[in-house]
């Protein structure tokens, strides 16, 4: 079981920068690649950027490509996303995502909101 706890969330004005975290619990967070997803109000959950169990591999919307960067420090059971430039339409609310094999755990989310 895998419990995972997303933070830095919050208001930025368009241009700005967040640094999002999920905390996972339990001692097998290496063996799991991980991603980011985001839902905004009235549309469908989209994928975001996801990063291997190792780091050495990431994934990007295009939408997000040369804006936003996935990393993960397995020491500390954590993986990020440096959020730069941030746009309006990058308000959504903000999902970690855990995955091994055909196991899939989900955090709670964090709100981004981007205020022109």
């Known amino acids: 079981q895998v419990q995972l706890v997303e933070s830095g969330g919050g208001l930025v004005q368009a241009g700005g920068s967040l640094r999002l975290s999920c905390a996972a619990s339990?001692?097998?967070?290496?063996?799991?690649?991980m991603g980011w997803f985001r839902q905004a109000p009235g549309k469908e959950r989209e994928f975001v950027a996801a990063i291997n169990w190792s780091g050495g591999s990431t994934a990007y919307a295009d939408s997000v490509k040369g804006r936003f960067t996935i990393s993960r420090d397995n020491a500390k059971n954590t993986v990020y996303l440096q959020m730069n430039s941030l746009k309006p339409e990058d308000t959504a609310v903000y999902y970690c995502?855990?995955?091994?094999?055909?196991?899939?755990?989900w955090g709670q989310g964090t709100q981004v909101t981007v205020s022109t």
């Open positions: 339990g001692r097998t967070f290496s063996s799991y690649a």
């Open positions: 995502k855990a995955v091994r094999i055909l196991t899939t755990y």
